[in-house]
């Protein structure tokens, strides 16, 4: 059974960075769909960006194209968001998640489909 552990959350100021890691332990088809997605206070959790545990394109919502990357380690086994010139409303929950997928692109879509999450890591950004 595959396991995601988020860490590298915590509290800056606005303008600033964070890069967020998720551990990805025992998923062996490199067909999983490894996403990100985070819940502010008070809202619904929506997936931000994805990228495949083979490699390929990432993917990423409009919302924060230019600002957030994703990337993996050089042994698959960490999947990576980094967060430039954070705002107050990148104030949220960030989880990663993990669900088959044959598709050409990762999509951070239909939360209900995957099957595996990390336990989140908070962000919080002040102005």
């Known amino acids: 059974l595959g396991r995601l552990a988020e860490s590298g959350g915590g509290s800056v100021q606005a303008g600033g960075s964070l890069k967020l890691s998720c551990v990805v332990s025992?998923?062996?088809?490199?067909?999983?769909?490894l996403a990100w997605f985070r819940q502010p206070p008070g809202k619904e959790r929506e997936g931000i960006a994805g990228?495949?545990?083979?490699?390929?394109?990432?993917y990423y919502i409009d919302s924060v194209k230019g600002r957030f990357t994703v990337s993996q380690g050089n042994l698959k086994n960490t999947l990576y968001l980094q967060i430039n010139n954070l705002e107050p409303e990148d104030t949220a929950v960030y989880f990663c998640?993990?669900?088959?997928?044959?598709?050409?692109?990762?999509?951070?879509?239909?939360?209900?489909?995957?099957?595996?999450w990390g336990q989140g890591t908070q962000v919080t950004v002040s102005s």
């Open positions: 998640a993990a669900r088959l997928s044959y598709a050409d692109v990762c999509r951070p879509s239909w939360e209900s489909a995957y099957a595996y």
């Open positions: 025992d998923f062996s088809d490199s067909n999983y769909c």
């Open positions: 990228m495949h545990l083979g490699g390929g394109p990432a």
